[in-house]
């Protein structure tokens, strides 16, 4: 608790900025300003500079990513005000991942706008190709979204930028660590530890950019069968054929295998074990007839999903589901004197094949209109409506508005309404796990609305931004039961309420002899309520969050940077808990040499399951980054 006490109070003050390895503080500040200032917003529909969208959208850069002491993406998301990672299976296995205090079916992941639902259940939608070496960016978009992305972003969405060059380079990272625990009886010997590489090679040209990456992590666990075995294998190409059309390809393929001690049915699964394999394929172009664009893409999501609720005996209590989705998309937009209208169409079709699901499959189909304007300098917004047809839910129409004024240079406020929809998963309709889970085939699907304001001041090197929202779930799903004789089974148990607040701090300052430091800290409260006339006992509906507070300290002088960064969380029935990390980086000319302290207090927590997480793990890395511009 001192340990605690200390940390809170050091990292009060500084946070980590995770910016780049620049030896002066204002030009390496100016440069991500300019960074930032070049991402374009896209999600699946209409295109927005980053400095002008009017609503509350987070961007993580690829040299934010990169000073993190983060071992996976699960964990780069961990520190992003809003986001809540519960991790099962650590070293970048099963996380569910939600924003705002919702759950893991109500959040949408997507890689270059592509959607990486997953039908059979939100724990497998993290199980994507992408290494953080291929990550350009990472964009965090909050409250309910269907305009913007279709159904399930109904409490938000995370969308996976790649690198798009036009330049060759290939990046090399190794990295190994241990917690230098002795393994557990039954466990094998030798302590607990592992590692990973990853390699990323981009061909680029003024015409294309073709990027290819590999990345295997191994780790023997942190406890008895918590081991796990990662292969990650993507690509993504970018081709103009010429300056009004252009071709884009992207196909990746996942697996993993890990133990699954304590993931569903503590304690009886210490020798559980789960194999999954996820494969996504995506080909596109866009073209441009004077003032008209448009954009048709096709992609497919195929999964598989093998849990062994006996690893050593596959003959009983297995579970195994084959599940895809094929994606038509036609995006389009046509730029007036008004302003851009935005309009386009598209289709999901879904199936799955399951040993205690079963063999189903639904169709999802929606279509939407958007109209992006402005009213001279100051004030600029858009407005929309996506129309949903579900073959097993019907029509829904689900309508928003987004609004930004601009006061003056340096202050700007924003407010935004939107409405989304969260269909349920297979598992929620059709498992059949007896005794322990049992779908509800009468179950309908969540509906939310969303309200938030925000202010935001940025001047120099400082940037400041606090808001408020509140956002409210009808038929929203849980799983229940009577008593502990009975199995849980989803409904859909009243209306979920939820305000919240969040504020976030940012600021350099530059030192002598070209030293600088730099921190950030952000805070999110949540207060969530629920209308029912229901007493059953809930699974998931207490485990959101209630405080998220992160902060810390980052120091450069010339190629040495030090990062400090400090979570603390506490949910609705849980005590909360603190994690503190630490990472030293060191350039010598392609080279990047690190060493991380994760959990460096030591302290014991869980995010999810009956999983407790890694205690103090230590690090040692090396990157290559070989250039030809």
């Known amino acids: ?33 300019n960074t930032l200032e070049e991402i374009v917003i896209r999600g699946n529909r209409l ?55 919702g759950t893991s079916e109500q959040t949408l992941v997507l890689i270059n706008g592509v959607k990486m639902l997953d039908s059979q259940t939100a724990h497998n939608m993290m199980n994507i190709p992408i290494p953080i070496s291929a990550i350009d960016h990472i964009e965090v978009l909050r409250g309910a979204a269907a305009r913007v992305y279709g159904i399930n972003a109904l409490t938000g969405a995370v969308n ?48 294309q950019s073709q990027l290819i990456s590999i990345s295997q992590s ?11 075995k990662n292969t990650r294998l993507f690509y993504n190409g970018n081709y103009d054929i010429n300056i009004n059309n252009s071709l884009h390809a992207m196909a990746g393929y996942t697996t993993s295998l890990f133990g699954a001690n304590g993931f569903y049915a503590a304690p009886y699964d210490v020798n559980s074990e789960e194999l999954v394999e996820s494969s996504i394929f995506s080909i596109s172009s866009k073209h441009k007839l004077g003032n008209f664009s448009f954009s048709p893409r096709i992609s497919n999501r195929y999964g598989e999903d093998d849990y062994r609720f006996y690893k050593d005996d596959l003959s009983k209590a297995r579970s195994q589901h084959y599940t895809n989705a094929l994606m038509l998309e036609f995006n389009s937009s046509l730029e007036t004197k008004i302003g851009t209208f935005g309009f386009g169409w598209e289709s999901r079709l879904e199936q799955i094949n399951s040993s205690n699901i079963g063999q189903h499959n639904r169709n999802n189909h929606g279509a939407y209109g958007e109209l992006k304007s402005s009213i001279g300098e100051k004030l600029q917004g858009s407005v929309g ?108 148990f009243g209306e979920n309420k939820m305000h919240g607040i969040f504020g976030r701090l940012k600021q350099d300052f530059t030192l002598r002899n070209n030293q600088s430091i730099g921190y950030q800290v952000s805070y999110n409260y949540l207060n969530p309520s629920i209308e029912t006339s229901s007493d059953n006992q809930s699974k998931y509906i207490l485990e959101s969050l209630k405080h998220q507070f992160v902060a810390g300290l980052n120091y450069r002088n010339k ?71």
Do not use: C
């Not at 990292?11 to 390496?28: H, K, L, R």
């Not at 191994?218 to 796990?228: A, K, L, V």
């Open 1 to 33: 608790m001192k340990n605690t006490l200390v940390a809170l109070g050091l990292t009060s003050v500084f946070s980590i900025t995770g910016f780049t390895q620049e030896n002066d503080s204002i030009a390496a500040s100016k440069l991500q300003q």
């Open 47 to 101: 295109e927005t500079p980053f400095n002008k969208v009017s609503r509350d959208i987070q961007v993580i850069t690829q040299k934010q990513i990169e000073a993190l002491p983060a071992k996976s993406l699960n964990e780069v998301l961990s520190y992003i005000s809003g986001v809540d990672i519960r991790q099962r299976g650590p070293f970048g296995t099963q996380t569910d991942i939600s924003i705002d205090g």
């Open 160 to 207: 996976i930028v790649t690198k798009n060059k036009n330049y060759s380079s290939v990046t090399a990272d190794v990295k190994a660590g241990s917690s230098f625990k002795s393994k557990e009886e039954g466990d094998g010997s030798g302590i607990y530890g592992g590692g990973s590489i990853e390699v990323t090679g981009i061909y680029g040209t003024e015409k």
């Open 218 to 228: 191994n780790y023997n666990g942190q406890r008895y069968n918590s081991g796990s």
């Open 385 to 492: 409506v996506y129309a949903n047809y579900n073959t097993d839910f019907g029509w829904q129409l689900y309508p928003g508005i987004d609004l930004a004024y601009q006061i003056n240079d340096n202050w700007k406020v924003s407010t935004s309404i939107g409405s989304g929809q969260r269909i349920p998963s297979f598992t929620d309709l059709y498992l059949d796990q007896r005794p322990g889970n049992v779908g509800n085939e009468l179950l309908q699907p969540e509906n939310a609305w969303n309200y938030e304001g925000n202010i935001q001041y940025a001047k120099n090197n400082f940037q400041a931004k606090a808001g408020y929202f509140y956002r409210s779930i009808t038929d929203f799903i849980d799983w229940m039961r009577n008593d502990s004789s009975e199995p849980y089974s989803p409904t859909n």
């Open 559 to 629: 190629n040495i940077s030090l990062n400090l960064v400090n979570r603390w969380l506490k949910r609705e029935l849980a005590n909360g808990y603190n994690i503190a990390d630490v990472r030293l980086n060191y350039h010598l000319q392609d080279f990047l040499i690190y060493s991380e302290v994760t959990n460096v207090f030591n302290a014991s927590y869980n995010e999810a399951g009956a999983v407790p997480m890694p205690t103090r793990w230590f690090s040692l890395g090396v990157k290559y980054e070989w250039r030809n511009i």
